[in-house]
């Protein structure tokens, strides 16, 4: 809740007030009834006023305790993926998985995500047997009864680094990196009023990918004066939570190597990898798209026709 | 042992199944019959699937009395007023046939567009998260059509009597809804349609407003002033059911009503005014 739509209802309900004098105003009867839904509306107008003012205050709090979080909202990229026409930059989503290959697997499981889908990444099968040959998976039990390890095939899962949450838990000072076949999508700061009714219309749905990209690039700010961080926390702006979080800043420049020549930054990375996560948690959000323009192209001829239909049959009746 | 399912549904079948602990005396019970056992687990989830399947099913028998019911009482007006000569009436098909077909196809692009570009609009980044019994989400927020009576819900934050606060929540939300089907016996107006009761008018659009802030008020946390406003918007709500209805009914005087539909009609038609040619009744328009 922004105080900018604090004011705005405020100013609504004000407006309602007025209508309701003014029709007193004119003398109806009824007086009582409308005089304290008037009053009612001035309550309600003044509460609205007084949560505005408590917001206000509160944003102006000092800077070292904030009390909203992300104390920055997400930075907006511009995705290959988003408006009706969206696809995924494959040699993008490559990078990314290279990224996470490299950097975000040591910790973050993505247990959802097999790798014959890695396919529509633009690997060939020859390519995504190799790239699965690379894990051992631990299958069973075999005949004996016991479990065993065997190279991955392309019907596996990414393997998680851990056995189960504890250790991950354990291991990671007290909490457990979340699963990441989804998070491009379990993530996302609340938009708010009015900016979710413009989102109708401009299709904006990369709060996932724009969250993760932030995060990823926030590590380098540092604290306003005087912010307690928490021991074993790691300060970033952008998370959702709180001032800080567990996991530490993971990317630097020139970490991960690129074959294509694109520039090996922190922020490139992290596109690449925000990008590749957002095709993990929908990796046929091209083909949704794709359908929904020829549905709704039907919907409009198929809708149009039917409307002069209508003025047709109607033109002779009085209504 | 894990729970298949999101974060946000079984924080959400807690609350729900959470109502009916309110009850007295055989509260518990039948939470722990809903349940399945004493928390959310596979059976609950079981029992809500079925429920949810079988939902549907229910709405389709409701729709053939629906069918019933516009065979035997007919369709209602924007006037209110019966249906006297048969100039009054045109025949369902194709007038109202063609109608709302368009109707639909409006209906089905507006949901088109939703299903296709914006289907995680209404949703929230929650509902991908796997549910965990031993973590429940700091917010629960409903679906968006939920919310004015999660408000109405949470807005009865005193006891009233013996009635504690949480059962008096659960009268409350369930009391709004059944709020609805007393309409035909607290509305006394003797005039059907709105279009004749000027004040009627005014107190409906502040409903509607009213419902609105209410639903705001549910997506917002239950703390500080957002309490007392969800309070008297619900004071609101229920008093334009309880009140407004039956008092404005009795003492409001409506614009004079016309003899029949078909009057109606041709005043709409006629009285056009600000510039809008007057549109002649019945001739066939050239178009086509």
């Known amino acids: ?319 | 042992m894990c729970c298949p399912g999101d974060r946000c549904r079984s924080g959400g079948a807690t609350v729900i199944t959470g109502f009916f602990s309110a009850i007295p005396l055989v509260g518990e019970w039948i939470q722990q019959l809903l349940l399945g056992g004493f928390a959310v687990d596979n059976p609950t989830l079981n029992r809500f699937f079925s429920l949810h399947y079988l939902l549907p099913f229910m709405i389709a028998g409701v729709v053939v009395l629906h069918i019933w019911a516009l065979h035997v009482v007919g369709q209602s007006n924007p006037t209110g007023i019966e249906v006297k000569s048969k100039t009054d009436t045109v025949a369902f098909t194709p007038y109202a046939t063609i109608k709302d077909a368009f109707g639909m196809l409006v209906f089905l692009f507006i949901f088109a567009y939703f299903v296709f570009y914006l289907p995680n609009f209404l949703g929230h980044p929650d509902n991908y998260v796997v549910a965990d019994p031993l973590k429940t989400p700091a917010h629960i927020v409903p679906e968006w059509y939920f919310l004015p009576f999660y408000a109405i819900l949470r807005a009865i934050t005193f006891n009233i009597g013996p009635i504690n606060s949480k059962l008096g929540g659960v009268l409350a939300m369930f009391g709004s809804i059944a709020m609805l089907f007393l309409v035909p016996w607290l509305d006394t107006s003797k005039v059907r349609s709105a279009v004749y009761r000027p004040w009627y008018k005014l107190f409906f659009w502040l409903f509607v407003i009213d419902a609105v802030l209410l639903g705001w008020l549910g997506s917002q946390p239950a703390e500080g002033s957002y309490v007392f406003m969800a309070q008297m918007a619900t004071l609101f709500y229920f008093a334009f059911f309880l009140v407004v209805l039956p008092v404005l009914g009795l003492i409001e005087t409506p614009r004079r009503l016309p003899n029949s539909i078909t009057e109606a009609v041709l005043e709409k038609n006629k009285g056009g005014g600000g510039g809008h040619p007057a549109r002649a009744t019945a001739a066939p328009e050239t178009k086509g």
């Not at chain 1, 209802?9 to 007086?31: H, N, P, V, W, Y």
């Not at chain 1, 409308?34 to 944003?59: F, K, R």
């Not at chain 1, 040591?106 to 690997?123: I, N, P």
């Not at chain 1, 991950?168 to 009015?194: E, H, I, Q």
Request: aromatic letters at 10%; hydrophobic letters at 40%; proline letters at 7%.
């Open chain 1, 1 to 319: 809740m922004t105080p900018k739509s604090g004011d705005r209802f405020s100013d609504k309900i004000m407006l309602e007030t007025t209508t309701a004098r003014q029709r007193i105003s004119r003398g109806f009867g009824m007086k009582t009834i409308l005089t304290s839904l008037a009053l009612l509306g001035l309550v309600l107008a003044g509460t609205a006023a007084a949560t505005t003012g408590a917001i206000a205050q509160e944003e102006a709090h000092s800077e070292a305790a904030p009390t909203h979080f992300p104390i920055h909202e997400p930075k907006e990229m511009d995705w290959s993926f988003a408006g009706p026409f969206g696809t995924y930059d494959k040699a993008q989503l490559q990078r990314g998985l290279k990224v996470y290959k490299e950097v975000c697997a040591a910790c973050h499981s993505m247990k959802l995500v097999a790798f014959r889908t890695l396919e529509d990444l633009g690997y060939s099968e020859a390519q995504v047997k190799a790239l699965a040959a690379e894990y051992t998976i631990n299958d069973g039990p075999n005949d004996a009864g016991e479990m065993f390890d065997r190279p991955g095939i392309p019907s596996d899962y990414f393997p998680a680094p851990y056995p189960n949450d504890q250790a991950a838990a354990a291991a990671n000072g007290g909490a457990a990196p979340p699963d990441m076949s989804l998070l491009a999508k379990a993530r996302g700061v609340t938009r708010g009023f009015p900016r979710f009714v413009f989102d109708i219309f401009t299709q904006y749905a990369q709060g996932g990918p724009d969250y993760i990209h932030s995060l990823l690039t926030g590590y380098d700010e540092q604290p306003p004066a005087g912010m307690e961080i928490p021991e074993g926390t790691h300060y970033n702006p952008y998370f959702i939570a709180g001032v800080s979080l567990k996991m530490p800043n993971p990317l630097s420049d020139d970490q991960v190597t690129y074959d294509d020549g694109s520039p090996q930054t922190v922020d490139q990375y992290s596109r690449d990898v925000s990008a590749f996560l957002m095709w993990a948690a929908e990796p046929h959000l091209e083909a949704r798209k794709k359908t929904g323009f020829r549905v709704l192209v039907f919907l409009l001829l198929f809708g149009a026709l039917v409307y002069l239909t209508k003025r047709k049959v109607w033109a002779g009746v009085a209504h």
